[in-house]
């Protein structure tokens, strides 16, 4: 298995403009998070999918974020628009369920918002 | 909120065996998970732990009480490749909380 696969591996953009992360989970997995690295707040959660369906989004930071999950192998992660602050390492994780079981993640997205 | 509480940082010598704490808070508690994240890279699963106890996996094991509210990681025979973050992380009903992660220096 291929593992998570998030594109793009970096991404740069001014501030202001729209940006899209993407993801693939593992086949067969079924739930799907989102996370967000820094190095002052950690790795926080964003929002998860179990069955292609948004079960917590209350880690999003606010109206300017959104995700989804249209079928079992893809999910996006918009920020619209972008601000500086929103500068971070973006992960995806995935797992065959939603309580007890690891999560894999995939290499994540570094994005940078000038 | 369920707030996770690990070293910033430890040092060890290459050989040595090293402990890293972590406290969670009780209430809502499912279970318990270590990762191991270097520089640059994603986390990857070390261990899980849901009932009291030890678990040994070669040369790391991890430990668990619940009553507590805590667990550490074990690291033995530490080899320089160890040098990582390694990352606490609380299961809470389907939330996986993460705690800062403690950034473990091995010296030669």
């Known amino acids: 298995d291929a593992g998570v696969i998030q594109s793009p591996r970096h991404e740069v953009t001014e501030m202001g403009q729209e940006v899209t992360l993407r993801c693939k989970p593992i086949s067969g997995h079924n739930s799907l998070f989102w996370y967000r690295q820094t190095m002052m707040r950690g790795l926080e959660l964003l929002i998860y999918?179990?069955?292609?369906?948004?079960?917590?989004d209350s880690g999003m930071p606010e109206d300017r974020f959104s995700a989804k999950m249209p079928n079992a192998s893809f999910s996006t992660l918009k920020i619209q628009p972008s601000e500086p602050r929103d500068s971070a390492v973006y992960f995806c994780?995935?797992?065959?369920?939603?309580?007890?079981?690891?999560?894999?993640f995939g290499s994540g997205t570094q994005l940078s918002v000038l | 909120g369920q707030n996770i509480d690990q070293p910033t940082e430890m040092t060890a010598t290459e050989g040595a065996i090293v402990q890293i704490n972590c406290t969670y808070q009780t209430s809502g508690f499912n279970g318990l998970f270590w990762y191991q994240q270097h520089a640059g890279e994603a986390p990857t699963f070390l261990s899980y732990n849901v009932l009291d106890g030890l678990e040994e996996k070669g040369r790391f094991s991890s430990f668990l009480s619940r009553s507590k509210g805590y667990s550490y990681l074990l690291l033995k025979e530490l080899q320089m490749k160890d040098s990582a973050s390694y990352l606490c992380?609380?299961?809470?009903?389907?939330?996986?909380?993460f705690g800062p992660g403690t950034r473990l220096s091995v010296l030669p």
């Open positions: 999918f179990n069955n292609n369906v948004p079960i917590d």
């Open positions: 992380a609380a299961l809470y009903g389907q939330n996986f909380v």
């Open positions: 994780a995935s797992s065959f369920s939603w309580t007890n079981e690891k999560l894999f």
